[in-house]
């Protein structure tokens, strides 16, 4: 069973930054396996932010935050670091790391079923 443990949240200005970082433990060859960030508002649907295979896939990333989140991984480790900058107040969500175990490439977002128990960005206007 993959365990998840995020840490990083924060509140912070529009324009700042912030780093979300996610490990993983009871795994078993950790390039066999898809991570990602997910984040939810109140009200609203969970929405995938980023994603990667940790086997060597280059990462994918949400319209909305393209070009200002960018992930990173240390595969000797089994986790991945969310860099969010250039946050806007839409930004403000429960953000949830999350895995799953994938022998090739490809990581659909419907196939996540380990999480984190999620950590809180707030970004005020």
């Known amino acids: 069973q993959v365990q998840l443990v995020e840490s990083g949240g924060g509140s912070v200005q529009a324009g700042g930054s912030l780093r979300l970082s996610c490990v993983a433990s009871?795994?078993?060859?950790?390039?066999?396996?898809?991570m990602g960030w997910f984040r939810r508002t109140a009200g609203a649907e969970r929405e995938g932010v980023a994603r990667?295979?940790?086997?060597?896939?280059?990462?994918d990333y949400a319209d909305s935050v393209k070009g200002r989140f960018t992930v990173s991984q240390d595969r000797a480790i089994m986790s991945l670091t969310l860099q969010m900058n250039s946050l806007k107040a839409e930004d403000t969500a429960m953000y949830y790391c999350?895995?799953?175990?994938?022998?090739?490439?490809?990581?659909?977002?419907?196939?996540?079923?380990?999480w984190g128990q999620g950590t809180q960005v707030t970004v005020s206007s």
């Open positions: 999350a895995a799953f175990y994938k022998r090739d490439g490809g990581c659909p977002w419907s196939e996540f079923r380990y």
């Open positions: 009871g795994y078993t060859y950790s390039g066999h396996y898809c």
């Open positions: 990667i295979w940790l086997g060597g896939n280059t990462p």
